[in-house]
Each structure stands twice: as C-alpha cells, then as structure tokens.
C-alpha cells in the first residue's frame, strides 16, 4: 500500500514539473496525495505551498488587495474577496502557531493578512467624506465604495456605474478585524483609525433600516437597479455590532482611547429586524444562499436554533444541486440567457433563467465548515463527498475550486425542460481569470478544520459561535448564542420632582429621593448623554463629526455613566417632556413604563442589574391622575411591575450592582465641551405643600362640541371671526375660528397684538389641562405637531416584512415601503390628511403608528393575514367597533377618547373577531384591517397559473403575464401587488366578500384540475352573479322584494346551507364550465 502512495507523490511531482499550455485543471484525485502518517509540519508544508500558489501569489505587493479575477489584465479589488483571503491567511498562521519551527511562515501569513486588512482600511479612510455624508443621508450615492484599483486603491466604479451600497461587505470587514486582533494581530495603529472605524460602527448600526443592493450586488431579484432589505446584510451588521461592542482596538496594549461604543438600542433593533425578515433573505428573494455566511461561518448571527434550522432547511432544499448551491431562484447571473449587453433585465425576462441558474460549488465549503463548527460529523462528510468530485488539480497537485457550474447553450432547453437532467461544466480561465480567490480561501479553511490542524476557537476567538452545551457568559461580549431565557430584577429608584412632592408621597408610604439628596451622582436627560455622544470619534483630520444625534433608548440609560469624573444616570426617553398631546395622558405614561420594563427584561444581557429610574412630576398626580400613578408607585414597592420583577431602593445602593460605562473619549476635547445640564430639583417655597386639585373627569361630549356651526363662518368677514374668536369662552369653537383664520391669512396673521399660532398653542395648553382631546386634536394638527419616535415606529413595521399607508379613508392613501425621514413623513401625513377636512386625523394617526409599532415589535402575531396596515383603514374599523358597541344609540366620537383609550380600542380591534357579533360587523371589521386567511397569496398564485388572460377586480387588472415569469409562488413582493390590486375596493366588507370568492376559486381549481378559465375572471361579475341568486332565494324564502343593498348579503354566514360560499360557488362554476376542459389521464369518462 506504501508503495502505491509513493507512485501518487512520485507522478505529482511529474505533474508540477510538466507545465504544459492550456487548461490548469488535471483530473487527479486528491484522496492519493496524502499519506495517513504524513507527519504534522509536512501537512502544514502542503498547506502553505496551496495558499501560497493558490493565494498570496495574486495578493498586491502594493495595497494588500487581491483582485476579483487572477488574470493579469484584471485590475479590480472587490472588499468581501479580499476579506476572505485574508481570512485564508490568517487561519494558515493560526495552525503555524502550534510547531515551534515555522520557519518565519507563522509571521509571513499573519502579515499577509494584516497587510490586506490595513489595504481595505486604507482604501476606506481616503472616502471618509462618504462615511459623513452617509451617516447623515444613508442612500445608494453616498456609501463607501466595495470595489478598488488592487495597486493604487483609487476608486474604480462611480456610483451610476456600480452598485457599491453593501452593508454586509463593510460589516464583514469589522467581524474580521475583531476577530484578529483578538487573536493578537495588530491591525489598528492609532486614535486616528480607532475613531475611522467607530465612524463604521455608527453607519452599521442603521443597517435595520437602509435597504441595499446585498451580497449580489443587483439588489431586487428583477435585477431593475432597486435596493432592498437584505437579512444577510442586517444579520452581519448585528454580528458585527456584537463583536465590536465595546472591544479595545489595540488589543492587549491598549487603553480606554481605544475602545469601541456600540449604541445597543440600534443593536437590539438589527436583531428584532433580522428575526422578522427571516427565514426570508429579502422581500423579492424568498431564501438566498447569502444567508448562509450570515446564519452560519463567520457570522453566527442567528440566536434561536429553530429560526436557525428553518433558514438552513429552506436554502439547502430550494437551491442546493449537483455541483453546488444556486445563488437564488431564476438568477440569471451569466446564463446562456442573460443579454451580456444590458445591465439591467427586462419584465418578464426572469422566466429565461428558470432552471438554469449556475450551481456554486463555494457553498458546499461553507457547509463544510458549518458542520465542524457544530460538531455534525455527517454533515461534514455529505458535502465533502460532493465536493470531491466537482474540484480539479492545478499542475502543482493543489485543489482548484471552479467558481460555478453552468448550462452550456446546446443544453439549455432540454435543463429547462427537465431541471438536474444535463451535464453542468465547471468556469474557465477564459472567462473568470484561472483561480478563484474567495473560494479557494474558504476550501484552505475548511480542509484545516476537517484535518483538525485548526480547531473552531482558533478562527473563531470571540465566541462568535459557543455550542448549546458550553452556553455561558463570555468575557466582553454583550451577546450570546441560544434564546437566553431572562429572569433579570430590575432596580428601580424613585426620584421626586421636588422635596414637597417627596414629603406628600411618604404620606402614603412611598419612599422617593430628591436630586439634591442623591448628589453627588447627576440625573440627566437622555438628551443630555446624546450631547456628550456627539463628541465620541470626533476627527477635524478625517473631516468625521462623531456620532449623529440618536435618542439614546431604554437600555442605553439602564447604565451608569461616568462622564468627565462624574457620576451620571440618565431617566429613560418615557420620562421626557414633550409638545406632544401623548404626554398630558397618565394612563398612557403608565403603560409606556410597564413596556419599557417588560423591553428590558426581555432585551438585557450584561453582566450587572439594569438601572431603571422612575421620575415623578407634580403634573403626574393632578387631579384623577394621582390614583393610577400612586396603584403603579405601589407595585413597584411589592416588586412586581406587570410581571417584571424589580426592585427599589436607594440609588446610592443600586449603583454597585450596576454596569459602568466610561466615557473617556471626552477628555480628549474637554475644552470645547460645553456645559451639561442636570436635572435640576424645582425650588419651591419652604413648607409649601402640595395641593391635590379635585378630580378633573373626562370632559363632556357637549364640551367638545363647538357652540358654533363651521359651515356657517367659512365665508364670513374675516373682522367677524376674529371678533367671534374673543369673544367665545367654547374652547372647541376657538380652535375652528383659528382653523378658518390659519387657512385663510396664514400663520403670521395677528389676532389684536398675539400671533395666530400663539393663540392656538394656548387653546392647545388649555385644552390639554382640561382633557378636550378632540379639541387638542384639532390645535395639534393646525400646529402641524409631529410626534417623538414616528419614523423608528414606521421602520418597526416595515422590518416585520408590512408595508405602511397612511392617507383617510376613502381617499388617496401614500404607501411607505422603506424607512424615511421624520420631516418626510409629517409632510405625507398633512398632505394627505388635512385637505380633506381630516386635520384632527393628521394627529390621531401619528397616535396610532406610533401604537402599532410597539404592538407589532412585541404581539407580531396581532397583525397576523395583514400584509399592509392601511393606518386610514384602521380608523375605519376602530369607528365600526365603537358603532357596534354603541347598539341603537349614537356611537362615540373617535377624536374625543383619551390616547390611552385610543390605544386600548386599537388592541380590542386587532384582537381575533368575538363570535357573537353579526358576520356583517365581522367582515367590516376584517375588511377595515385588510386581513386574509392563511396561504391567501399562495392560492392566489394559483389561480393565475390556471387564468391566461388573468384576473380582474375593482378595475384593475392582474395579468398572468408577466406576473408569472417575473416572480415566484412563496414571494413577497408578489403578495404585495395581490394587495396592491385589492387596495382599490371601497368598502371593507366588499374586499372581504372578494377574499372568500378567490379562497373559493382557489379550491374549486384545487379538486378540478381538468378546468381553467378561457376568459378573464372579473370578480366584480362573479359577485353580482352570486348576489343576485341570493336576492331570488331570499325573495321567494320570505316573501319579499329584491333589496338594491347588499347588507344582507354581507350579513350571511360564509359557510354552510344557502351560506355566501355556496353562491359564490356557483358563480364561478358556470363561469369554468364556459371554458376549455384539459384532457385527464385516466379520465373514466374517455370512449377511447
């Protein structure tokens, strides 16, 4: 046997010593090169000989880059395949590191791979000005660029011409970095580059909520320039986020200069995201293989194994092959198909590519190495066996990965007729240079995990991945592996406004401390922490201005800061006085608190208790405010805050079980630093007391009503109204005067001495105090008020995979399907409110997105069948639910109910329908929220299959062409069109009726697969069909005459005898049986 391995090494060195022309692939079997008792450094030997061929032979002496393709004409450096080969390096020194004689290699490939991290930061320090500008404006055409001059590391591509927005690059460029200096590389060389880098971290932390072109670089699927969220982008940006959060640059010689700052709201926000679009990669993209680098090696970004394995099973199922995995579904990246002259597809062009997208063989190595790192041997072994076969020998013995396998023109019709039936062959030096970097780089990783000369920790030394068995808290890492269950206690401390309001609450046995008695620790606004964050990586040489101005969220102020040497706590967001009506509703503060607990609770997982601090106001116990403050303040003595355990005490005591975080980067601007301002004690009369006012109950419905008619005073004099506006004590008319004046002289116009909006921010003030919520309604939205946290609540819903409308009902609605700006989404609001006599709308609905978006992010299951929250359409059906709770008698008006009984009517409304109510009331309600039953889109898509001339509703036509050919059964962005055709109906029961009719179509296709429709479907006719059979029925059951209505039609049950199905079935019936019968086989029916 010796022997015959002899022949093999003898017959490879005849092979590297023959350099004959042509193809560098030899068909030679890897498994006879290496021999069982090859000692460990000739292993090693082999290995380094590989990479050095395969590898750092194309790296540029230059920059340290590595170029796209190995030919010598090829002068392009893209970030992610530079990042993987050095990656490649450093694994090789990892193993080097383990002989004592490594001959200098140990040093060399830990160079190699440093020079070309040093190459890629240096490329992306000259665009500093991009990462500014892009912190401000995160858009396509101010991102740092992916793709450099591999000798000069001069920009290659302007914006127009490449698409270089990738998130997940620059992320897996900071995962790298920490995971070799962790392993005691110097990468990072002074505070210049410490703050560069803190600046990336400030870009990535947005990843939730900047679409981008992906791993691909095409963004959609349809290849049509557009840019989307990408899981594989979101989940290496939380990966690197986690790795950086609070790791020191310089390693083990560095100090607190050197240290990153991750925001871990923002952090928390890329997880949730990433959770929700899962196991989807975007909303074009039903699975991707990209994901795999994000759920498995080297991101690990997945916490919760179910959500890992259903991922995993989705891409192994629908894009593994033969010769590797495809990248997505009907991707026609260099096809046979694909028009070479055209950067961007045509509609319709994508059913081209079905069944013939190139097979890569790069992501059997990426499953290689995720099987080592979870320790699944057979995993392991399934895709080396495929691997082997599909990988060829250069003339130097080593093993070339082909970047893909591909369709040959002769054999493309008969794959697309039969997918796997044809022969695939391997890329060529013809067309992708004669190596492929990041694929030979990942197979040198994973052949030294499998041959054990490296193990997981060695290119994993920040825990990135921790088995489920050896779960625990890692040194310095804020998040784990594995759904942690929290049990975390709370500590609470109570801090009153002012020493009376702090002697009136120890009346009732509630124990709370003053500013001044908690001195010498500071309590700030977290306004004031965003002040001194704003200092944090500053760069004047660099052009960097340091952290943008983000609130700082709920477990950013759980912590102790010490600032300039002192010691500051910050009371959370909640805690804030803002313009906006919200915060005059205790009821609401009360559960903004409970929230915030149950937020933390559940997102908390630093070492030390979170520092959680109640701030008590002399406004919060006015009136009938004070009975539910004082129910809350003693919960939080039993210990229990809606099944959160807290604790109070002293803040003097809490502060040693807490987490510190030191803000040293301000010392060195200390002298430009203004002052900071505390929250400062209210200085009141000495032995003054606090005087509790009589209850102040909800105002009347009479007192919300103007004594004057609007419709009356809108031609009047304008003399007139101003003299009518002083001359009213209704506070409810003055605010109808003041909306007449505003829209007839402008904001600048003077009432006797006082500015118009001065006057209405009085009635707003007075209003308020008085509970006349329809009337602050008004005042608000004549005041154009726009509500705190509106946009990060539009971006809540957004990454739960929804997309947003606001507009009223039955008006034109705006669509919101990627993050905007504050400013962008006031200007929606008003515009699309307010022209049509909606003003006090403009401001409910702000209410209502900002419920809906904490509502989603923790009771997603609420907005189950709802792929659109039509904020108008929820209005709708909150006034149809106050209908049917008012019976015979007039309903109550929506605008006149308290923000905190908005919030409650919006979760009755959202909750699954009482089955006692009429089906009527039912389909009003369901129809308002624009809910569908489970597989609804699905069904759909099949009913189009079985429909050529397609499908038409409401006036809008849904072709079967080229619906079909541009997207797939299972994708989003074909359930949004469904939904964008269905948005045209008016009423919300009639859009439910036309759900069930196409849930019925659907079925009826299912059990008669011989049937089709030769002719458009108009659902529209087949109702009025079905309608009109039930108008003879009931006609002839009762008695009575036809009714022109159709309310009791809608008020009919959906199933059973003479139930909506049944008519509906018999419409579309008579409509099939019109058509073309597809021959059977075995059709009993058949003479021959």
Wanted: hydrophobic letters at 35%; aromatic letters at 10%; glycine letters at 6%.
């Amino acid at each position: 046997m010796a022997s015959l391995v002899d022949v093999g090494w003898k017959l490879l060195e005849f092979k590297a010593r023959s350099k004959r022309s042509g193809s560098i692939y030899e068909p030679l079997k890897l498994s006879s090169l290496h021999r069982e008792d090859e000692p460990l450094w000739e292993k090693l030997d082999r290995y380094y000989n590989a990479v050095k061929t395969t590898i750092l032979n194309y790296q540029s002496p230059t920059t340290g880059l590595f170029p796209v393709k190995t030919c010598s004409e090829c002068k392009e450096a893209k970030v992610r395949d530079s990042l993987y080969c050095a990656a490649g390096a450093w694994a090789l020194a990892m193993a080097y590191r383990r002989i004592d004689d490594n001959m200098g290699r140990t040093h060399e490939l830990e160079h190699s791979a440093i020079k070309c991290m040093r190459g890629i930061l240096y490329c992306y320090m000259r665009q500093a000005d991009k990462v500014e500008q892009f912190k401000q404006d995160p858009s396509p055409s101010k991102c740092l660029h992916s793709v450099f001059d591999v000798d000069t590391g001069d920009e290659v591509h302007s914006y127009s011409d490449y698409h270089h927005l990738q998130i997940d690059a620059v992320s897996l460029f900071l995962l790298y970095l920490v995971e070799m200096i962790c392993s005691g590389l110097q990468i990072i060389y002074n505070t210049d580059e410490v703050s560069f880098i803190q600046n990336l971290v400030f870009c990535v932390e947005r990843a939730y909520r900047v679409p981008d072109y992906g791993m691909w670089e095409r963004g959609s699927k349809y290849n049509n320039g557009s840019t989307e969220l990408h899981s594989s982008s979101v989940g290496l940006a939380k990966a690197a986020l986690e790795a950086i959060n609070g790791f020191n640059l310089f390693g083990n010689q560095g100090c607190s200069w050197s240290v990153i700052f991750v925001d871990l709201d923002a952090h928390n926000r890329n997880r949730q995201t990433l959770c929700s679009l899962l196991p989807r990669e975007s909303r074009s993209h039903n699975t991707d293989a990209a994901l795999l680098p994000t759920i498995s090696y080297p991101a690990f970004a997945v916490d919760d194994d179910a959500l890992y394995s259903q991922t995993l099973d989705k891409i192994v199922r629908k894009l593994r092959g033969k010769y590797g995995f495809k990248r997505f579904i009907r991707d026609g990246y260099r096809t046979t198909n694909e028009d070479k002259d055209r950067r961007y597809y045509k509609p319709a062009e994508m059913k081209l590519f079905d069944g013939i997208e190139y097979e890569f063989p790069i992501f059997f190595i990426y499953m290689m190495i995720d099987g080592v790192f979870r320790g699944n041997k057979a995993q392991v072994k399934e895709y080396q066996e495929l691997l082997d076969p599909i990988i060829f020998q250069s003339y130097e013995g080593h093993a070339v990965v082909p970047k893909y396998y591909y369709v040959p023109a002769d054999f493309v019709e008969a794959e697309q007729n039969k997918h796997g039936s044809q022969k695939r062959f391997p890329s060529n030096s013809g067309r992708d240079g004669k190596v492929f970097l990041w694929g030979q780089a990942l197979y040198n990783i994973a052949k030294l995990l499998v041959d054990e000369l490296i193990s997981p920790k060695d290119i994993d030394p920040i825990h990135r991945y921790v088995p489920r068995q050896d779960q625990r808290n890692v040194s310095m890492r804020y998040s784990n592996q594995g759904p942690i269950v929290n049990d975390v206690v709370i500590h609470v401390a109570l801090i009153a406004e002012s020493q009376r309001l702090q002697v009136f609450l120890n009346t009732y046995g509630i124990q709370t401390q003053t500013p001044q008695q908690v001195e010498p620790i500071q309590i700030w606004p977290q306004k004031e922490l965003v002040k001194a964050y704003r200092f944090l990586a500053i760069n004047k040489k660099l052009g960097l201005s340091g952290r943008p101005e983000r609130p700082v969220g709920c477990i950013g102020t759980c912590k102790i800061y010490r600032i300039l040497g002192k010691t500051v706590v910050c009371y959370p967001i909640v805690f804030d006085l803002s313009d906006f009506y919200l915060s005059q509703d205790v009821m609401l503060l009360i559960d903004d608190i409970t929230n915030a607990l149950q937020f933390i609770k559940q997102c908390w997982k630093m070492q030390g208790r979170p520092l959680f601090l109640v701030l008590i106001r002399e406004d919060n116990i006015k009136g009938s405010r004070f009975n539910p403050v004082l129910d809350m303040l003693a919960s939080f003595k039993k210990g229990n805050i809606g099944g959160v355990k807290v604790h109070v005490d002293r803040l003097q005591t809490l502060i040693s079980g807490a987490v510190v975080e030191q803000l040293d980067f301000l010392r060195v601007n200390e002298a430009e630093i203004s002052e900071f301002k505390s929250f400062e004690e209210l200085e009141l009369p000495k032995h003054s007391k606090v005087k509790r006012q009589m209850s102040t109950p909800n105002a009347s419905d009479l007192e919300q009503q103007p004594e004057i008619s609007v419709e009356e005073w809108l031609d009047k004099p304008t003399n007139e109204i101003i003299q009518k506006f002083h001359d009213s004590n209704c506070l409810a008319s003055q605010a109808q005067l003041a909306g007449i004046l505003l829209r007839r002289e402008g904001p600048d116009f003077l009432t006797k001495d006082e500015n118009l909006m001065d006057e209405l921010e009085r009635i707003y003030r007075r209003a308020g105090s008085r509970k006349l919520w329809s009337v602050v309604r008004l005042a608000a939205s004549l005041l154009t008020k726009l509500v705190d946290s509106l946009a990060p609540s539009i971006t809540s819903v957004l990454v739960h995979g929804k997309q947003v409308t606001l507009g009223l009902f039955g008006h034109e609605e705006e669509v919101i399907s990627n993050p905007l700006s504050p400013g962008v989404i006031q200007g929606i609001i008003y515009s699309k409110c307010s022209p049509h006599g909606g003003e006090r709308e403009a401001v409910l609905q702000q209410e209502l997105v900002i419920h809906i978006g904490w509502i989603i992010s923790n009771n997603p299951e609420l907005f189950s069948g709802m792929l659109k929250i039509r904020v108008g359409w929820i209005v709708q059906a909150m006034k149809h639910e106050l209908k049917i709770r008012a019976g015979d008698m007039p309903p109550q008006d929506i605008y006149q109910l308290s923000p905190s009984d908005i919030k409650q009517l919006l979760l009755d409304v959202l909750q699954p329908q009482n089955t006692g109510r009429s089906w009527l009331n039912r389909r009003q309600i369901d129809g308002s929220l624009n809910r569908t039953p489970l597989g609804f889109y699905d069904r759909v898509w099949q009913i189009l299959e079985r429909t050529p001339n397609g499908i038409r509703v409401a006036g809008t036509h849904l072709p079967q062409q080229p619906t079909l050919s541009d997207m797939t059964m299972y994708e989003m962005n074909f359930s949004l069109l469904v939904e964008d055709k269905l948005k045209k109906i008016v009423l919300p029961e009639y859009r439910q009726i036309i759900v069930e009719l196409l849930m019925v179509v659907s079925i009826l296709l299912e059990r008669n697969p011989e049937l089709e429709f030769s002719d458009q479907v108009d659902l529209d006719i087949l109702v009025k069909e079905a309608f009109s059979d039930f108008q003879k029925d009931h006609s002839s059951l009762e008695g009575k005459e036809k009714q022109d209505g159709m309310e009791a039609f809608y008020n009919t049950p959906p199933v059973g005898k003479r139930s909506t199905s049944s008519y509906l079935t018999k419409a579309v019936m008579i409509q099939l049986l019109q058509g073309d019968v597809k021959p059977c086989k075995d059709d009993p029916c058949s003479v021959s």
